[in-house]
């Protein structure tokens, strides 16, 4: 397995489409906790991404990334949402520019703050 599954399994999270919560107007309080979310399986991936290259074999490989995806999973229901709320979110931030803005600018001023 490359190490791209682990980027996969974070694009699989963010971009699922979850149509319920795809069609509801976005707070301003969950669009920090998905900024938070976000930040967590950003670090996740960067962290897993090398345990999977150097995984023995596909099947060490696939269960690092079952791992990865738990925690992934985790840190999303830790930043305050369900993993739908998430996928909506997401999804709309690829169909409203002025959303991915406000996202990108939460993102920018937290990483000032560290």
Do not use: C, W
Not at 71 to 97: F, H, W
Request: a neutral charge.
């Amino acid at each position: 397995m490359k190490p791209t599954a682990i980027y996969s399994a974070a694009l699989a999270l963010a971009l699922a489409v979850s149509s319920a919560f795809a069609e509801t107007a976005v707070s301003d309080a969950q669009l920090h906790k998905f900024a938070d979310a976000y930040r967590s399986i950003v670090t996740l991936s960067q962290e897993y991404a090398p345990k999977i290259k150097a995984a023995a074999d596909a099947a060490a490989a696939e269960a690092i990334n079952v791992e990865a995806q738990s925690k992934m999973v985790a840190a999303v229901q830790s930043a305050g949402l369900s993993k739908e709320e998430y996928q909506g979110i997401a999804t709309q931030l690829r169909n409203d520019p002025a959303l991915l803005q406000k996202v990108n600018a939460i993102l920018q001023q937290a990483a000032k703050q560290q």
